[in-house]
């Protein structure tokens, strides 16, 4: 099989790193195109790393070569990973779809847009089917699809098992998640160090927004949203990688304990299919009560699967539990790799 | 005025050390005996602290040339502030009652008995009246009195005002507590740093059944618990000191967030009464999002206060807010200095 | 005495803050005026800083009621002090030098010019004397004076004793340099946590060239640097405040380790001088072989005195030892402050 | 080939954890046996290890299903990796090495016997002639080779292509060491957290001492030491993992800074050798001025490679530069392992 030729756009930034580096050595995909904002251009990707790169001793080879372009949709590949940051992202996402390219971004600016699939592969790949709705919308020739927030994305598929068992009425959820979120630079070390910031922009509100949208059930007509109250307090905590969760949820249905975390561990929706990122199981539940955490599961399943522990009874809710994910990966890189790789197989990227 | 000889119960752990340091220069009280483990007993404190103090870069002058003791009740003083472990306290603590000590202990062992308060003078400083209960059932000449857990003060304190203004019926809580809280050596340092620990072990029993008592009604028959439902989740955070809570909290009576601000910001039950420690006011309420934080607040009214902030609207219960109090202070050894206070105050410590 | 009043040049950097707190119930100086760049002028000083105070729980009262100003030579006060950046402290400093202020600066611009006194009270306040050469050259009605760089003055206060008593003829330092060194925002915190970065850009030039200036002996023809080789490696570690400095020494005499060690402590040269900033002793040589610590020694003497331990032979050269101190404080803002004071007492702020 | 049994005494442990997952998958070596002090043996290794295994995710499945044995020279394999306490390896290893057992060391208690190989295999392989001497004092079957301790081996690995091209006549070296490095438990969180630890027991003797039998000339008479003056100053900080030095050198042979680089580079006394643990090269010399650190360049080469980075002229002495190694692999886990291949390759494991 050829391997489809691949795009980064926002390719010097954390998540354009990790994807670039997720790329490397990939079964499917090639690495053809590495675009960032007009400073880092014209460079090598090497030499434009020098100093910036943050995942690991060095530049993979294939990438170190390239050189870096301008975001303009003239690049020699079939589809684009989007790491841009939101201040851009919309308009560049657009021109590419425009001019023909398969866009899997990372961005949130088009997430909750009705036409766009906000993905999770184990969750809604049948989201898919909005790219009809959204050609036909906007006459674009390629399309753009979506991944969710970081932290949403853990939580949903912590809830997946749950919704789809036993119904889910009210979930309550407070993050300590991790300075690599932020980006680059991101927070100062000054307020990190030593001290937690009890206060994410914008975090809260996708946490009780696009969760509703991933679990909606499709249609030609859009996306119907279930009646799910959810309320998120968000944090961050001095920790390099990994979001921790504490979730309490109400079930619709009675369910015992043993029978919530047979749902957990069941949640295979991917088996098979043979997504070189997808994590199987995506969930891996824990028995120790003192896990998960960052520095031991945050690369659960090469940073993709997410890790469960500690369910218990709520007295106020019916059960409550913590899950962690490694936000650069599961929450963004490969995020949208995964993506990428439910559109080929897919047959999205077919011409 | 003749200051009150006090005797400190394990005066070379972390809260020992700490309430050491509140007692220098105190308006009321004199440090006249230090007790530790065998161990530690017959050297001079500040030999003992040499390479363990940890409060600053010395230790008190008038503490550094007590002689150690055990913890044997032939003190001179006639007060014991206990920060002996549970795995000890319990039966320390009872002959120094016996033997007719007044002593106030920040160990859990005793907190729950009927007959023995479970003080925050903010709060339910009438629960004295347990004392006399509690001299009959036992005999004891002296008397015992507690402070509660760490985390429950300052969720406590956060929570009594609404509790008398509005009535409250549920409360969430996750907790992201400091390491300080855990004692010395405590957590290790590969396991905290860059990391979350979901787990503290009892804690989330602690921070459930503790505040049942405090903001009980009191009356010769012991105290009557409210009809409150908490459900806590407890982390321990790379921090050193100060504990984060995240509450929500489900109120009685419906409020606007204008009244509730007000009802923090208005709560000063001990204004006027002179202890000495006691912070007015004891809860601060902060405007800025992105406050309160252990850097920052950690240290308001010389570590007393708890520092509230971001109120706001919680869909599933009422209210959500983030609370912030100093561990080792207003969490330990200023409680239980608070509490021997109170007693002071109120004639207790008399001859 | 009526106070002096004192405008803060960069007021809202963090250098700046800590100089504002500093000022707050100074028994000489009073702060009369707060100055920033035009971004932040105009707003109340308590305003601009609301979510960037970093010095504690408040804005001091004093300082937040006052407007913050440009940076320009029409300020209300007798003495600024200059906490700008490197970028733009040069010209500003001029141009209130030659509108007639007193400028102590913290900025490096101006440490290196040959009639600029670069100052450590303890040290050599004879270098005052350059004030005069300084005016004749400019024309200027006021003046100039320095502090020299963070890890310089931490250096020098520990080798000053020993330059005096035994002469210094080689060094080598390697520091391990706070976050709050690099100002605000300063070193990203994915770069920070659990990390070392090995590299500050300019330090070791300026450990290895101001120590001479400083060291030297001044007459009307300037400062003539003595022949000390010294050689520094400067390091980032994830300390929030506390610079640690492991420094060996070639004495030119003989000298035992307690002769070395009653150097250090007999070191009081502004004793019984009243400068209110001035710690006695300024360095504190500790026993314990675990100290200095930053967490425990930072704040000595308020922040003030450099504290030292670990004094042993060095088989390279002849003694190593640790010496640690406040950058933030005596490395910076309280530096500057304790110029401030000295041009005061020794008449340089008269009329 | 039939793989070699291994045993690992010490298997419970943080180094003996990281021998335990570098076993995983080992091309020459089987894991056999686990070994561990008397509480733990018994059980089953992965039950044993469930709330303390800190490699990652999970223990390998092979190791899992181990049974814990005692330290007692009864066990089923043909070599011991021993990752022991020093309070008790001494005795431990010699047990073994009487029985017969090839003894791989990275206890400190053998390493300065006299005819004790203190093995870098890169450096000097031809130490293990000590062995035939060694046999015929103690009358052993068996034998017993030492790493040295983690900071000595970075260093010496740094200096080999010096000491070897130039010639070495004084070092000079500041560390700042990881958490890790001292075990588990180890260094309290409260302690390590936000600050630096001037001292670390017993390692800058380790420090001076080591490379002096390291880089020594070995004869049937046993190891001759060069001349080389050594001091150092140890650190501990709050890092992980990875332990960052800052070198000082004085070369008895003029070179200039590109023949010293291109020592470093062209260092690669194992190439071809197929050691299947040594890295090649052995040393990786990086160009950025920010290079290397711990976050970035600790698990070079898999945590074998030694990164070197900052090389520039030093006023004191000749060269300084900046070393670091992952303390926990090519400092001790990773260098016993590889002392295991050394014999194996030159045949000292057959029977």
């Known amino acids: 099989m050829e391997k489809t030729k691949i795009g980064v756009l926002g390719a010097t930034g954390m998540v354009g ?14 690495l053809s195109e590495v675009a960032a904002s007009e ?42 990973l989007s790491a841009l940051d939101s201040s851009v992202a919309g308009g560049i996402e657009e021109r590419f779809a425009k001019a023909g390219y398969a866009v899997s ?31 036909k919308r906007t006459g674009w020739k390629g399309f753009i699809v979506t991944d969710p927030n970081c932290s949403t994305i853990a939580m949903c598929l912590a809830l997946a098992p749950l919704a789809e068992r036993f119904g889910i009425e009210k979930v309550m959820v407070t993050t300590m998640q991790a300075l690599s979120g932020a980006g680059y ?27 509703l949208k991933i679990l909606g059930k499709v249609s030609p007509a859009g996306v119907k949203e279930p009646r799910i109250e959810i309320s998120a307090q968000c944090n961050r905590v001095p920790v390099r990688n990994g979001h921790t969760e504490c979730i309490s949820v109400k079930l619709s249905k009675a369910a ?3 029978e919530v ?24 539940y824990l028995d120790s009560d003192l896990r998960p955490q960052p520095r031991l599961d945050a690369w659960s399943y090469r940073g993709m699967a997410v890790s ?12 409550k539990f913590v899950a ?4 650069l990966i599961r929450g963004a890189a490969g995020a949208a790799l995964l993506n990428a790789e439910l559109l080929k197989s897919r047959g999205y990227l077919d011409h």
């Not at 790193?17 to 090639?30: C, D, K, M, N, R």
């Not at 090598?44 to 530049?59: I, K, L, T």
């Not at 927070?187 to 206060?199: C, E, H, K, M, R």
């Not at 962690?324 to 936000?327: D, E, G, H, T, Y």
């Open 261 to 284: 975390i047979k749902a957990f561990r069941e949640f295979r929706p991917l088996k098979g299919n043979g997504l070189p990122s997808a994590p199987d199981p995506p969930l891996v």
């Open 324 to 327: 962690l994910s490694n936000n």
């Open 308 to 319: 469960i522990g500690r369910l218990r009874r709520c007295s106020v809710l019916d059960y």
């Open 185 to 211: 630079p991101g927070v100062a070390s000054t307020d990190a160090l030593d001290n937690v910031i009890p206060f994410i922009s914008g975090e809260e509100e996708k946490m009780q927004s696009e969760p």
């Open 105 to 135: 971004s990372n961005a949130r600016n088009h997430r909750m847009e009705p036409d766009v699939p906000l993905l999770i592969p184990e969750i809604n790949s049948e989201h898919l089917q909005l790219i009809g709705a959204q050609r």
């Open 256 to 258: 015992s304990e043993k």
């Open 17 to 30: 790193q990790a994807i670039v580096q997720l790329l490397s050595g990939h079964p499917w995909f090639e």
């Open 39 to 80: 400073r880092s251009a014209g460079q090598r990707y090497g030499e434009a790393m020098a100093s910036r790169w943050s995942m690991g001793p060095e530049v993979p080879d294939a990438a170190a070569g390239l050189t870096v372009k301008e975001c303009t949709p003239d690049l020699d590949c079939d589809l684009v």
